[in-house]
């Protein structure tokens, strides 16, 4: 009856106690392994970080330029102001410059522009020359160069072009 009683008691303790132990050791072991892989990971993924640093300044280099050609903001008495001066430097005459409606959008904004203005046709080259050194992104869509009938009056111009810019984050909410 001993014996048999000392069975029991060591079966129930296998069932009970020692079961359950090898069961969470297993469980431990399991999670250990994972654990181990996701190291494993990101230890190889960390020998990428300074690569990708590196990428990374490049690239916020390459951007600088967009961001003084392409502003935060409108800025137009800026450009309006920039634009006059090249159109008197070059000595154009019958000056216009008219902004059309805006088009909008959460990371650029363009505003589209009709420029008119009067002269020869190297004064007319070298005020585009000139729009190209302003630190303000121009697009030139359209030209349209019409001589007139009085040959002495010299080449009106007249140009579709648009200016862009960045949003303000306050224009975005």
Request: charged letters at 20%; glycine letters at 6%; one cysteine or more.
């Amino acid at each position: 009856m001993i014996l048999l009683l000392g069975v029991v008691v060591s079966v129930g303790f296998g069932v009970f106690r020692y079961i359950p132990i090898v069961r969470q050791k297993y469980a431990i072991q399991k999670q250990m392994e994972q654990q181990n892989q996701v190291i494993d990971e990101i230890c190889s993924l960390s020998i990428l970080i300074p690569e990708l640093k590196e990428q990374k300044n490049q690239l916020e280099k390459q951007l600088l330029p967009f961001e003084q050609k392409v502003p935060q903001g409108r800025n137009l008495a800026t450009l309006w102001r920039q634009v006059a001066e090249v159109m008197n430097q070059c000595g154009l005459t019958d000056q216009l410059v008219q902004p059309g409606v805006e088009i909008k959008s959460e990371q650029l904004c363009s505003i589209p522009l009709t420029i008119e203005c009067k002269g020869s046709l190297q004064q007319i080259f070298s005020f585009f020359q000139s729009l190209q050194e302003i630190n303000r992104l121009i697009r030139i869509e359209q030209v349209t160069l019409d001589r007139g009938t009085d040959l002495n009056s010299g080449v009106k111009l007249k140009t579709q072009a648009s200016v862009y810019y960045q949003p303000d984050e306050s224009e975005n909410g």
